[in-house]
């Protein structure tokens, strides 16, 4: 079930469609379709300390293993890297004066957050991603959890 093999995680082109716009709640539709943020420190998968795989809320592809999450107290779940290279896609943002890179799931194309150079070793990279943009699979239960 939690494999580094890329082949396992290719999905048939229905499934990289996101989830319809009624099953997700009103936050989730903001961020993850209108490319919102959600409050700091109010993410359900922001102190989340378990093993295991964080997905797309929207298509659950495989997005982040725990191993590569870190505590920046910057309020958002921060990663160091994605899954794999084929995880996300890139996108510059100009929005609200600043100058940022985006980033969203390359399967169905939901904003998750943005990547800043100001990360630790070994990429250097923090993957600053909104909670309610992901679910979250517990290695050792199997437990899903919605951020």
Known sequence: MFTNDKESFLMTEKEHKPIKSNK??????????EAGTEPPFSGKLLHNQREG???????????????????TGCGWPSFY??????????????????QRIEV???????HLGHVFADGPQ???QRYCINS???????????????G
Do not use: W
């Open 53 to 71: 795989i964080y997905y797309c809320l929207c298509c659950q592809a495989p997005l982040f293993l725990s191993q590569t999450k870190f505590d």
């Open 122 to 124: 070994p990429t250097g």
């Open 24 to 33: 997700l709640n009103e936050m989730q539709h903001h961020v993850t379709q």
């Open 132 to 146: 309610v943009a992901l679910s979250f699979t517990d290695q050792q239960s199997g437990e899903v959890t919605e």
């Open 81 to 98: 890297q994605p899954i794999d290279d084929q995880a996300v896609t890139y996108i510059d943002d100009f929005s609200h004066g600043m």
């Open 104 to 110: 969203r799931c390359r399967h169905c194309n939901a």
